[in-house]
């Protein structure tokens, strides 16, 4: 599976509409007294008659007394565990007898098996994470019409991908391959998220368009197959005489091979010769990931994401999944969307919108297009479990699971130990090459490195929302008028009438010079924006959090990372990589500038045209807070440095698509033949003291300064063989590409006490359910009750912010939506007036119900029928 906010896994539905969710404050919980019983001995006086004398003597008595002890501090700093051992396990069966058998403690998967979920809940030394962010599609090569070598290529022509959408049946696949642990799926917002809640009517009028429907898909995909020169004989298209055959990488792992099998017999049934390909995640990756798509070595791949965290704004997954943007690598370059779908993405990734309505009319026409686009189908989101052993503790995310969790390394532990070793499988590991610029995106891959990491802004797991990690506090100056609202103490959230520009904050980079371009130097005329971020590090920052490699954090690690911002999509640089490009353009749309205030303590100031409906999310984004955590995983300016270096010189290259295009080696900072060239560039640096971008880069660096970080990289290196580096919770201790197994160690100098983020626990999921008459007479009126619980217990309305009907008459059209009306704590009422059931037919009829509690932004939902007659 993949990964940032979206990890390749290579991840009864009717939503509300948005709330503003509330999180759930992470505080260290109090002690528990805990109340023990102990036997002592007591002394008593009594009084004694001694010869007809009374006296008073002192007796000995044991007796047996509650006893409160005195709760020992937590001082441990770090994880709570010293130790984690990772390991490969490709199949969710094995891997939960293997936790039964105790040989692993935790599957960091998102499980899909219904028979292995029937399992885990059976066994009474078992738990799991339940999440909603694991999502499956169909991923096609839109290159052609013809690749290189003259072989046609169908899935070039949209209306061909368009038509996919007909021809596959997305609730075959939920309940025959899923067993139910899943809904079907037509667009690239998840149904467990807000933004599908905000949407559901043109959702619901997009899924019906586009349901399953054979024979439509064989008529249009027929009609473009002639107009693009192809004919059918005997039963089979031919181009220029030969078979057209798709080629079909299948994953083998999971689900995916049996709905590649799925959609295979789909295509052959209309005419298609179909290759299968069934292949693992690493024999895939080389061919949809890093190939070029015109040498046609595929045609579709079965996609799998999962979005690690609560999203609560997803209007910038159309940039992601359908545009050269955000993603450097061959296929995702390869991508031409529409020049209209291209300006609505833009605009929705960087929030390009004055109010609501705005944002609502893009999203709406990006669906649509999206759906004309369709280089990728989407199928099916998935309702995932990951099993674990019982005494285990860790906070998992609603959408990513344990593997995709920020938090997890933070709060793993076995119940009431400290120290120790865990051992957590998952089904692949070391799949691409590890660099913080544009390594791997696998799920896998980055599980570990976010352990190895640490954040200015960490996402909450419930909500979505986020917290301050390294970041003290901040300020969010917002233009008057924006929709932006704000949830938690943290950030202060202003409106003003107009934000400038100050003309020395810098707003893009010379690489030719390597240097910044000042708002003063770029424009002539003063520069606005709509939102200040202001950004403060504590005092004792630089002092209390090190690199792994011994190095204090600097300012310079922070300038290294806004250079890296601009610098590889620069023609200028030497490390120039036309894969950055359009990400590049499409920062630079919307950043307006940054300016650092204060090295000591630091103070940040960035200047933006984009922003987030919430505030905290405003600042939790790297732009914004700019702690030195890269796309794909954390860096120093040193290690990064190095590998600038290797760049520069065309011996190695940071992305998939420069390697591809270079041939050359994708840089890897922890195996293979990369750490050769590493270490060479390394032994260079030390001996010239070197300082990347020194025209910038050493005004915030002295020459021991530089000597000391070469030094303690050269003293990691032979120590431990990489050179990956964080100031994470714990470090890259050894890895072992060819077995696919890793081991973290805990960091000891981690600044931060292991309580820190105890305070998630279970999430607080509603039940929903609905009762009501089965026969409603038309022109009646008629009541439903709908029942709200968590742990059988009922839902407090005060965490609850809004629970929605929609009624759907029998042809499946939206006649009526509203507010359910509280009665009580865990029960709400639906009365559905004379009036509305008078525009019902007579047949049957279906009630959706969506409750959304304020603690945990994932709604539930229930679904009642109901019969209508004639009066």
Known sequence: MFTNKKLAILAALVMVGLLGLAACQPTVPPEVEKVVTQVVEKVVTQVVEVMGTPEVREIKETVVVEVTPTPVPITRTGPWVDRIVMVEEESQEAAVKRIQAGEIDVFAFTCDDANVFQ????????SYAQSFGT?????FNPVGPEFTDGRLNP????????AMNWLVDRNYIVQEILSGLAVAKYLPITSAFPDYARYVADVRRLEAKYAYNPDKAKEVITQEMQAMGAELVDGKWQYKGNPVTLIFIMRVEDERKTIGDYVANQLETIGFTVDRQYKTRTEASPIWVQSNPADGL???YTGGWITTEV?????????FFYTPRDYPIPLHQAYTPSPEFDEVALKLRNNDFKTMEERNELFVKAMDLAMQDSVRVWLVDQVSFAPYKKDIAVTYDLAGSISGAALWPYTIRREGQEGGTIKIAQPG???DPWNPVAGSNWIYDM???RATADWGVISDPYTGLAWPQRVERAELYVKEGLPVIKTLDWVDLQFVPEIEVPADAWVDWDAANQKFITAGEKYTQPVTANIKAVVYYPKDMFQTVKWHDGSNISVADFVMFMIMAFDPAKPESPIFDEAQVPNLEAFLAHFKGVKIVSTDPLVIETYDDTFQLDAERSIYTSGINWFPFYTYGPGAWHNVGLGVLADAAKELAFSADKADALQIEWMSYVSGPSLEILKKHLDQAVASNFTPYTPTLSAYLTPEEVQTRWANLKRWYAEQGHFWIGTGPFYLDKVFPVEGTLT??????YPDLATKWAGFAEPKLAVVEIDGPGTVKIGSEATFDVYVTFKDAPYPQAEIGQAKYLLFDAKGELVATGEATAVEDGKYQIVLSAEVTGKLEAGSNKLEVAVSPTVVSVPSFATFEFVTTAP
């Open 119 to 126: 399992t885990v809940k059976a066994d009474p030394n078992l």
């Open 744 to 749: 973290l160690l805990r960091n000891e100098a």
């Open 135 to 139: 999502y499956n599609e169909l991923t």
């Open 447 to 449: 599980m570990p490195i």
């Open 429 to 431: 590991l070391l799949v």
């Open 298 to 300: 595929w045609h579709i």
């Open 311 to 319: 999203d609560r704004d997803q209007g910038d997954n159309f940039s």
């Open 155 to 162: 899935f070039s022509n949209p209306k061909i991908r368009e």
